[in-house]
């Protein structure tokens, strides 16, 4: 089983967000929108998508949660947890980038590249969670995210 390499793709701070008229993506739909556009680099490659896993997804969750207030990502051992025996991999960021920004920047490096396109991960998902408001209580809109790959499923 694999764990992908942690990609701090940047946290900026919450400055960087004064003044902007849209308001920072919610967690979910991050999630979502960074699925989504991992299994569209998947297709231009030639592969199956990954089929979404509310299982995986809640794993997601639980690993994205320590990094939500800190910015130091580390990977512990990567067991696969939905497909007991299967093979797994994980790609993590903690940014307040687009999902496109972080999925650009999972594609440039070879490890998590190597996640997104490999051809033996069958499900997946991604969870992320906000970090903490601003000292005046606004949207930072820093999130700590993790991509879980698995598959296939041992027969």
């Not at 998947?42 to 690993?63: F, H, M, N, Y």
């Amino acid at each position: 089983m694999r764990a992908g390499v942690a990609l701090l793709a940047g946290v900026f701070a919450a400055s960087a967000l004064a003044g902007c008229s849209t308001p920072p993506t919610p967690p979910e739909e991050l999630a979502r929108e960074m699925f989504d556009l991992s299994n569209a680099q998947r297709e231009e490659a030639g592969l199956a998508p990954l089929t979404w896993s509310d299982c995986l997804a809640d794993k997601a969750a639980e690993r994205a949660a320590p990094f939500v207030d800190s910015a130091e990502l580390e990977h512990e051992v990567l067991v696969s947890s939905c497909h007991e025996g299967a093979k797994a991999g994980e790609n993590l960021s903690r940014t307040d980038l687009s999902a496109a920004d972080v999925v650009d920047l999972w594609m440039g490096s070879a490890g998590h590249r190597a996640n997104i396109l490999d051809s033996e991960f069958t499900i997946g998902a991604v969870a992320c969670v906000a970090a903490a408001p601003n000292p005046d209580g606004g949207d930072s809109g820093v999130r700590a995210c993790s991509q879980l790959f698995e598959g296939p499923e041992p027969s």
